[in-house]
């Protein structure tokens, strides 16, 4: 997420919770598309300590993807991105209708 950039389109004002009510959603559902990413990235990887791992049971713990039954198997997220070419991860949503599970 970039805050201040004057290349970004215009956005709404930022005052007391109208903001969040609209975007809240959107940014949350972005932040976990992009979690699911990275997970998926980890398990295909074949020098990840997570390769080939389910991404069910893959987890964040402080900048870290780790395996949810043992948190001592895993890597932080800068070395999966810099083993991968720094490819950054992406993802998007709207703050259109709440989705199943998004409230």
Do not use: H, W
């Not at 009510?21 to 398990?43: F, N, Y």
């Not at 049971?57 to 402080?62: G, L, T």
């Not at 780790?66 to 949503?93: F, K």
């Amino acid at each position: 997420m970039k805050l201040g950039d004057s290349s970004l389109p215009e956005s709404p004002v930022a005052g007391g919770s109208q903001t969040s009510a609209s975007a809240g959603s959107a940014v949350k559902i972005t932040c976990q598309k992009a979690v699911a990413l990275l997970k998926e990235r980890a398990s295909a990887d074949p020098q990840s300590p997570l390769f080939k791992m389910k991404t069910k049971r893959i987890s964040v713990d402080k900048g870290r993807l780790v395996d949810s039954e043992d948190s001592s198997v895993g890597e932080t997220i800068s070395q999966l991105l810099s083993r991968n070419g720094g490819r950054a991860v992406s993802a998007t949503a709207s703050a259109g209708r709440l989705q199943a599970g998004y409230r």
